[in-house]
Every structure is written in C-alpha cells, then in structure tokens.
C-alpha cells in the first residue's frame, strides 16, 4: 500500500512540472445573406437526428476531386488503423447486486450536465403573457416571477437602438438613424431595425473581432522574431464574410478544421484552416520534434477550448483534476491533427489588382538589389553545401534523425520535420556558416580570407537593409493555412509520461473523449490527406454532440448581456459554474440547430426579446434579490470594448473610413512605443489610419497600444472574455493621446457645421453624436459654465505667447470663429467624449 502511495505521489510530481482569401477579386460587393435563408451545402452526408441522441456515426462523403496545391498521389492507398477504444483510467467497479435498486441507482455515475444530450425544452408558463415577446422571453420570466420580481420596463427607443447599433456593429448609430427609428411609428419599427443591423456588412465586422480573439488571431508569429505573416490577413476577411452571409455555424466550423479536406478544389477551403494556423510560432526553435508537439498541442486545446468549451489541455500531462478525461483521451484527439503541416506558399488562384501591385513593387526590389544579391550569392555559392550542412546540424539529436535521412526513406513524421525546415530556412542561416568559419579557430575553413568574405557579406546585407522600404509588405499572392502534404499515412501517437514528448507510452489512434461520447470516428483516407480532421469536424457539429451549440450560443449571450448562461463561456467542466438557466441554454442551443445554425436567426431572435429591450435603470428590490442581476430583471450596463470604443470616436468624429477586408493597417504609434520601423512601418495613405479597429496590425509583441489600454484581446492564445478594468492609464489616455485630440477637433467641427453658431444647438448635437439624446437643460447650463471659464483661462494662459491652442478642424470655409472660444469649445467636446456615457452602453 504504502509503495502505491509512493508511486502516486510521484507521477503526480512528474506531471506538476511537466513541461507544459480566394482570390483578389473584391468578395464583398456581393449581396450580403438574407438571415437564414441561403442554405448553405451540406459538406457532410448523413442523417440529422433529436440532438444528443444516439446517432451512429455516418461515413464521410467520397473525398473531392483534388486538393488546392496538388499533391503527388500516392502509389497505393494507405491503410489506416482502425482507432482503438480508449481504455477507462481504473477498472469499473463490480456490479451491485441485483436486488439492491437503491444502491445500483447511486452506483450509476450520472454524466456531467453538459455532456448530456441538449433537450428541447417546453415553454415554461408565466403570468406576465403581455411581456413575452419571444419564447427567450418566457424561459427569463419564468425564474423572475419565482423569485418575486418584474421585469424593468422598456428602454426608451434612442438608448435601444444605440445599445443594439453597438452590440450589433460595434460603433455607435449616427443621429439620423437614431431620428429614423424613433420617428417610425410602424409596428414591425424593432424588427425593421434588426434587420438592417444584420444585413449590414458592419454585422459581419463585429462578430468577427469577437470570433478572432477565440482564433488567437495576428499577422505576426510572436517570439522573439515575431516575423510578419504577410497574407495572414485573408482568414481574417474570411471570418468577416462568413458571417455577412450568414454561413451555417456547424459549417464554419467544419471549414476552419478541415478545408483543406472537405472544399480541396475551393481555395476558401484552405484560407479557412488559418483558424489552426494561428498558433504563435517561433521559427528559430532548434527542436524540430518538440516544435511538431507544440504545435499540436496548440491546434487541440483551441479546438477543445473554443469549439467544445472545455479544458482538455489539463489531460496533458495527467487525467483530469475535474473532468473524466484522461490523458489517453488527450492524446487521442490531439492524434486528429497528428499530420497537418503549416503551409505559407499556396499561390492565389487567379490574381486581382492587389496581388498584381505587389508583383509590380517586389519586381522593382528585384531590380534595384539585383547586383547586391548577386554579389551575395557568388560569395556564399563555394560554402553553399557547407554552410547547409552547418546549418542542419544546429537542430537537436532528435530532429537531425530526420533531417539527415535520404528523402526515399522518409515516412510521415520525416516529412513533418523536413517541411517545416525548409519553410524557415533561409540564405541567412547558409551564411551563418561564415562566421563562425571567421571566428571560430577549430571550423576547418577558419582563415582571414573566410574571415574578409564574412565581413563583405555583412557589409551587402546592410546595403540590402537599406532597400528595404522598396519591398513590399503586404498583398502577398500566397495563402496561408494548414494541409497533410499530399499524403494519407500519419505519424504515430503516443501517450506522453507528465506531458513530456521525449516519454513516449503507449500508441494511440484518433478518437473523441470518452467521457462525452462513445461514438468512434470514421476515418476516410483521400489520396492526399488523412482524413482525420474531417471525421473530427463531422463529430463536432453533428447533432450528437452535446457541446458545439451550447457552447456558441452561450458565447453570443455573453457578448449581449456581459454574462453567459454558464459564466465560465470556454468550461464547461465540472470546475466551470453551471448554468443559471439551463432551461433557457438548451432552448437556445436547440433552436439555434433547428434554424440550420443560422448565426443570424440566433441574434435576432436576442435583439427582439424583451429581455433585450429592457431599461438598465437601478432597481432596488433587484439589487436586493438578486444582486448580481444574473436573472436580468434589469438590462446590465456595459463598459465598451477597446474597439469599439476607438470606432465610435471615428464615427463621431467623421473620420472612419469605412472600407471592408483587405491587408492590415499600421496607424501612428507614440513616438515613446519604442517600436521599429521594421516591427511598425506607419501606413504611406493616411485614410488607412482611420480603419476600423478590426484592420489595425495585431503584431503579437507590439500591441496597438490605444486598443491595448482597454484591454483588447491576447494573440497568444485563445481569448474567451474580454477584461474589465478600470485605470487611471485609461483616462490619461483619452486625455493625452494626440490622436483622441485630433478626433475631437474633428468632432468639434462637425459640431459646428452642422448645428451653426447656436452653442445651445451644439450641445444638442454634441449629445445626439455621442449619446443619442439631446442635452437636459441642467447638463447645458453645466457645460456653458465650462466653456466661460475655460475660455477665460485660456486667454489668461496664451498672453505670454507659449500656450498652444486646438481649434476645430473640418470648418465649412465661411465659417468664422473666434479661435479662443473655438479652442475652449474643442477642450469641451473633448471632455464630454472622455465621459462614462459614452465609453458605456445602457
């Protein structure tokens, strides 16, 4: 006993310190979906049964004719072993006896709520029927009037449509819209407004910043190079469109997993792994194999994450704390992603005007640096196999077993380690050769004349540098995204001792976590790829999966009232909260699957409930009851995200360019950043400057730092739930920042133009801008007092000629002003942006 002890104590040490776009055709001109009524392909063939029931596991489609890149076929098809059934971490316990019911029934374990089958729940029966506006409705009331309580009466309809504009779009709506909707005395007026909010291409802007933070989205890799990925962008407009049209949500999903796979004729297909790609990446690691475990376990604790709501990358290094999933469990599903490679250099398939431009710009670098490089090459060609060599041999014991294996014999994990070589080699790492060669006494060309070519070679890679603003950055004609190679056969899987690769146990095949399903997967091999993601995105949107559309809608119900269902909204664990209403869960996630998961139905069936259009006016009997308003008797205020708080000031300000897609952006940065023209080269066209903040270049070790102030999303991982902070740094920010400044000079010109001389009327417009509502007349008479005194202090501070002053910018030419009053008035509109009403939503 005392051995068991001792053993147990120490694998759990072991484990504790474990090592842990098509093409440039303009995409989105089109007509954007109507709300669920394209029905998208189905990329699956196999019945739809009750959700969570049990459905044996269909077989995919026969593969499709040819990959994006074609791979060279395979001499024969490869046999894949059949997966193994993961074998349960202890031995069952022997059965009770039978004519013990009581102790049988407590024998039994009950499956965690979430892992059960969604149910589709009945209506439940309220007496306010009045209020009920949608069965979301009916499923919020119910628990209210249990709890004695009402709900808060409707928002008026300018604060409705500015909440519903922000969370929809994630800008604030423009004054006219605002008169438009409140103006309308239709009975169909909410619905009305739904709908243009959800055919806007803005709808599909909004929710794809929300779904990149899950993706762990940026255009650079991270690590100390933290290189640039120059064509990482067309994933992003990918997400974007995906939701403009309204795509199903089990097939996006699908897409992202395994395009590659399922769409390997549609170059859409491959755009759409960039969700697996995503990874940070450091391209310098000199551990070939770790890196291929890394990556792989980067791939399934954000496919487990994101898409199930769980923490499978706690079953890395031991069984799960919490759930019954093991470390069998893990390895088998990390086993799904055991061939997939990274893929940089797919060329677009037909080239638009951006990729042309790039050819041209690239072409005239080629030109201007040809007698540089040439001059490069003729010094490095006699230590080219050399230097190669020297190269290779800097990867660890592990990887040069592969790396050094004739070609003919590699099999798959050869493969993975050559492929991922050659995509981050460079003539750099040739050259390394060359200095040790000069410095280093035991290289056997070690010689002052290796050491002169060394030094000329340094001096032509710095002329080289200096030619670098001829090279263009962005539009590059590739894509980027993850297939197999062209090949079937996958490496091996192993159990790994505490998480460590270099511990291998027992070999395992692809197969779903027990604890969840019994279903196996059914794996089909195409000629060029394993098959295996396909079954593994075919499981995860069937609708035998109890997880993928309660996890989704939960999300989407935190991004609309700040608080999922299940609070935890990436654990659905046994350590994560459960639902407050399950109930109004399962309605969700079952009407979400009957609509076709139609991502449109499922916000506007949110946006037109009445819980949706409540008042979020303090109630004491609510905070009393219930003080965390988790049954929502009032609407929950909400501070802005960082985007959407820099978007509305362009909005207000008239300055957002409103372009959709397209390479990322690099606005002005604080001198004081500390940035490098390399790592942040400010955008040539100053209408890129003021994109939205969905454009802006997400460089994983430079953060924008604006957005970064206000808690913006981490690239490193899979960012579930925006924070929510409240700092002094956030206020100086907006205070201090010359860019916040120069939109409020633009606002205050608009102001100006647009209401005349009358301050009165300015104020009124000042607020329609910012808070869709006019002044009151307590809040005028408080401002006015502002602008007589800082108009007074002002004048007393620019006398002795060293006071700079901010007038409003955008004037219509006849307008005249005394620059004074006008300087006092920007500080005034300045102030008032700077305020709680306007980085809040109510």
């Not at 501070?797 to 002053?805: C, H, V």
């Not at 008035?825 to 102030?831: E, K, M, N, S």
Request: proline share 7%; with cysteine; aromatic share 8%.
């Amino acid at each position: 006993m005392k051995k068991k002890l001792y053993l147990a104590v120490m694998v759990a040490l072991a484990g504790a310190v474990a090592s842990e776009a098509g093409s440039a055709v303009d995409t989105f001109n089109n007509p954007v979906g109507e709300i669920g009524k394209k029905n998208q392909p189905d990329l699956f063939s196999g019945s739809v049964g009750a959700i969570g029931g049990s459905v044996a596991a269909a077989a995919p489609q026969a593969a499709q004719t040819a990959p994006v890149a074609a791979p060279a076929p395979l001499a024969a098809p490869v046999a894949v072993p059949a997966p193994q059934a993961a074998q349960p971490a202890q031995a069952a316990a022997p059965a009770a006896p039978a004519e013990s019911k009581v102790a049988d029934a407590s024998a039994a374990p009950k499956k965690l709520w979430s892992y059960q089958p969604v149910k589709s729940p009945v209506q439940p029966t309220v007496n306010n029927k009045s209020w009920v506006r949608n069965p979301i409705d009916a499923f919020v009331l119910a628990p209210l009037e249990a709890k004695g309580l009402t709900p808060s009466p409707d928002a008026d309809r300018a604060a409705y449509i500015r909440r519903a504009t922000i969370d929809a779009w994630g800008v604030i709506p423009t004054p006219e819209e605002v008169a438009s909707f409140v103006n309308d005395s239709a009975p169909d007026a909410y619905e009305k407004l739904a709908d243009r909010l959800l055919s806007s291409t803005k709808f599909g802007e909004r929710q794809a910043r929300r779904w990149l933070d899950l993706a762990r989205y940026a255009d650079s890799a991270g690590f100390q190079g933290d290189q640039t990925r120059p064509n990482f962008w067309r994933y992003r407009d990918y997400v974007i469109k995906a939701f403009n049209d309204d795509k199903p949500y089990s097939q996006f999903i699908q897409e992202q997993v395994a395009g590659d796979e399922i769409l390997p004729d549609k170059q859409e297909g491959i755009i759409a792994t960039g969700f697996l790609a995503g990874f940070p990446d450091n391209s310098n690691s000199r551990d070939l194999v770790q890196r291929k475990y890394q990556i792989a376990t980067d791939m399934t604790d954000t496919v487990g994450k994101v898409v199930l709501g769980q923490t499978v990358e706690c079953a890395r290094c031991h069984n799960h704390k919490f759930d019954k999933i093991s470390q069998k469990d893990y390895f088998s599903l990390q086993s799904f992603f055991a061939n997939v490679s990274a893929v940089d250099n797919i060329p677009v398939a037909k080239k638009g005007a951006l990729e042309h431009k790039y050819d041209e710009q690239y072409a005239k670098w080629e030109e201007a640096t040809k007698d540089i490089r040439d001059k490069q090459a003729a010094i490095l060609a006699p230590y080219q196999e050399k230097g190669t060599k020297y190269h290779k041999e800097r990867y660890l014991t592990d990887s040069r077993e592969s790396i050094f294996k004739p070609k003919e014999q590699w099999n798959a994990h050869d493969r993975w380690v050559n492929h991922r070589l050659a995509n981050v080699t460079t003539e750099t790492d040739v050259a390394s050769y060359l200095r040790d060669a000069s410095d280093n006494p035991s290289n056997p060309d070690y010689s002052t004349d290796i050491a002169l070519k060394a030094a000329q070679y340094k001096e032509l890679t710095d002329e080289l540098t200096k030619l670098n603003d001829l090279k263009p950055v962005f539009g590059a004609p590739t894509i980027s995204g993850v297939s197999e190679l062209g090949h079937a056969d996958a490496p091996p899987s192993y159990v790994f001792f505490g998480g460590d690769h270099e511990r291998k146990l027992e070999e395992v095949q692809p197969a779903f976590p027990e604890a969840i399903t019994d279903e196996k997967p059914v794996i089909t091999p195409t000629e060029f790829s394993s098959g295996r993601r396909t079954a593994l995105a075919k499981w995860l949107t069937s609708d035998t999966n109890p997880l993928t559309a309660r996890v989704y809608v939960n999300r989407i119900w935190e991004q609309y009232f700040g608080r999922g269902i299940v609070e935890t909204v990436s654990d659905f664990g046994k350590a994560g909260q459960k639902p407050v209403n399950p109930e109004l869960l399962d309605y969700l996630a079952d009407s979400f699957v009957k609509n076709g998961w139609s991502v449109k139905k499922l916000h506007r069936e949110i946006l037109l409930s009445g819980v949706y259009r409540q008042s979020s006016g303090y109630r004491e009997d609510v905070a009393k009851a219930d003080p965390e308003n988790k049954l929502l008797a009032v609407f929950p205020r909400k501070r802005l995200e960082a985007e959407e708080i820099r978007d509305s000031l362009l909005v207000a300000s008239g300055q957002l360019e409103d372009k959709v897609g397209g390479p990322s952006v690099f606005p002005p940065v604080p001198a004081n950043l500390g940035a490098s023209p390399a790592q942040w080269k400010v955008s040539k066209d100053k209408k890129d400057h003021n994109r939205r903040s969905l454009y802006i270049f997400t460089r994983r070790s430079v953060p924008y730092p604006l957005l970064s102030t206000f808690d913006m999303a981490t690239a490193q991982e899979a960012h579930s739930k925006r924070d929510v902070t409240t700092t002094p740094l956030q206020s100086l920010a907006l205070l201090n920042s010359d860019v916040v400044l120069g939109w409020s000079q633009s606002l205050a010109g608009r102001v100006i133009n647009e209401a005349g001389n009358d301050e009165s009327a300015q104020l009124d417009k000042l607020y329609q801008i910012l808070f869709s509502r006019k002044a009151t007349d307590s809040e005028k008479e408080t401002l006015l007092k502002f602008l007589n005194s800082h108009e007074k202090s002002v004048r007393e501070k620019i006398t002795d000629g060293k006071f700079a002053i901010s007038i409003p910018t955008g004037l219509k030419e006849n307008q005249k002003l005394d620059p004074i009053r006008a300087a006092a008035f920007v500080d005034l509109v300045h102030t008032v942006a700077n305020s709680n009403e306007f980085i809040y939503r109510f």
